[in-house]
């Protein structure tokens, strides 16, 4: 599904919340409206999740996606339940679709969680509390970094190794956008047709430093 050159310029991601959560055996959380983005780490633990009717088991090592908009129930089901959770919004919504799973694939579960996605979270958590000037910039950072994660675990997503870097793009994400431009751009002057703006655009913005999604001008 192919993304309006609009809103794929206009999308962000505007942080909320963050907190580190610890549940005993017996937990229950009643089934609530959630009318905002969640990624939860699962630190430690196993639960179902029950999003709009359909029940996910997580555990240890997992990121969690909680869609805005939807029914959500959770149930512990050890002793312990630990788990860091971040509260987000997106700026565009396209027919009342959840605009990260159906544009860019993410599921509601994720395995195999690597260390550095740990370290994310574990940075928008220690930066939301902290009083450092540059925390604004490290929670936005962090928040995308998790993001990229998540869209490169998709079967959708193609990733491309150039000299020691790699592209991440997703198959969807068309990049159309690009036609409409003129002018200087960060690699040189832009091309003014669509053979060589395709062609520029694979051979000039393709070897980029992973996780970006969209080219920095």
Not at 96 to 120: G, K, M, R
Not at 169 to 178: C, D, Q
Not at 187 to 203: F, M
Request: net charge neutral; glycine share 4%.
């Amino acid at each position: 599904m192919h993304i309006p050159p609009s809103l794929y310029s206009a999308m962000r991601f505007n942080f909320l919340y963050v907190d580190r959560y610890v549940f005993h055996k017996g937990w229950v959380y009643p089934e609530t409206y959630v009318p905002y983005c969640m990624l939860r780490y699962i630190l430690k633990g196993s639960a179902v999740f029950t999003i709009n009717g359909v029940e996910y088991q997580v555990h240890e090592n997992q990121v969690a996606y909680i869609p805005d908009s939807c029914m959500l129930e959770c149930h512990a089901l050890g002793d312990d339940f630990e788990f860091i959770s971040i509260r987000f919004t997106v700026t565009v919504r396209l027919n009342d679709n959840d605009f990260l799973a159906e544009f860019f694939h993410i599921p509601p579960v994720t395995e195999n969680a690597e260390q550095a996605v740990l370290s994310y979270f574990q940075e928008v958590h220690c930066n939301a509390t902290s009083r450092n000037s540059s925390r604004l910039f490290r929670i936005r950072g962090n928040l995308e970094l998790i993001l990229a994660w998540l869209v490169e675990q998709t079967p959708e997503a193609v990733l491309e190794e150039s000299e020691g870097h790699a592209a991440v793009t997703v198959r969807v994400m068309k990049p159309t956008f690009l036609l409409k431009v003129s002018g200087i751009g960060r690699h040189g002057p832009l091309p003014s047709n669509r053979t060589r703006a395709s062609k520029w655009w694979w051979t000039t913005l393709s070897p980029i430093p992973r996780s970006p999604l969209i080219p920095n001008f």
